[in-house]
């Protein structure tokens, strides 16, 4: 079964931080990553997608991933109140019915 | 422009009883999901359709049926409601050639 295993929370970073979030998935043939955030009692929204190995980055949002060693990650510079989310790493092995796999999720808090 | 939308928005059922969750878009997108998402479980997929007239098994299928009526609208039905599904319920869109999911606002049901 392929999983995305995300590590276990909750993270808590002061203000003006760097937040570290962290995902492993187990399909060697994955082919896109991505990041939605969930605001408590809201849907997911995408925030970050990536494809290829390297270093993304948008804004204060920079998704790092490493298919060699099925890894991928989200960082959150300048973390703000405003970040504190439960964050969830989802993954497409591809195909023509792409479907998503995602992780359990981490919940950020960012204290003042 | 709605996007995605679901109803209803919350809902209590008794064991046995039946219900049908509505998911309806317009974004003209061929793609449709539905999640069910549980405290510690992350997002689990249900059921899925790629396109207007097809539906396929997710991870998570049995007491759950589903509709496709259109291009625009995902129905699921609980035929006979378990305390175990008591969950909130995320229908989700995506465009061809695209692997983003957007995400509706989702139901919350109670079963008891």
């Known amino acids: 079964q392929k999983e995305v295993e995300q590590n276990s929370g909750p993270l808590s970073v002061p203000e003006g931080a760097i937040a570290s979030l962290n995902c492993t998935y187990s399909?060697?043939?994955?082919?896109?990553f991505f990041w939605y955030r969930q605001y408590s009692g809201k849907s997911p929204e995408l925030i970050m997608s990536i494809y290829s190995n390297g270093d993304k980055e948008d804004g204060r949002f920079t998704a790092q991933l490493n298919k060699a060693s099925q890894y991928v990650s989200l960082l959150i510079r300048d973390s703000q109140p405003s970040d504190s989310a439960t964050y969830l790493c989802?993954?497409?092995?591809?195909?023509?019915?792409?479907?998503?796999?995602f992780g359990k999720g981490i919940t950020l808090s960012v204290r003042p | 422009n709605a996007g995605v939308t679901q109803t209803p928005k919350f809902q209590v059922l008794k064991t046995g009883q039946s219900m049908t969750l509505q998911c309806a878009q317009d974004?003209?997108?061929?793609?449709m999901y539905w999640y069910r998402q549980d405290p510690g479980m992350g997002l689990r997929l249900i059921y899925y359709?790629?396109?207007?007239?097809?539906?396929d098994k997710g991870e998570v299928p049995n007491g759950y049926n589903v509709s496709r009526l259109n291009k625009r609208e995902f129905s699921l039905r609980l035929e006979s409601a378990a305390p175990s599904q008591t969950s909130v319920y995320f229908c989700?869109?995506?465009?061809?050639?695209?692997?983003?999911?957007?995400f509706g606002p989702g139901t919350r049901l109670t079963v008891l």
């Open positions: 359709s790629a396109s207007e007239g097809t539906t």
């Open positions: 399909d060697r043939v994955s082919q896109s």
């Open positions: 989802a993954v497409n092995p591809g195909g023509a019915n792409s479907k998503l796999t």
């Open positions: 989700a869109t995506r465009g061809t050639g695209v692997d983003t999911q957007y």
């Open positions: 974004m003209n997108h061929n793609s």
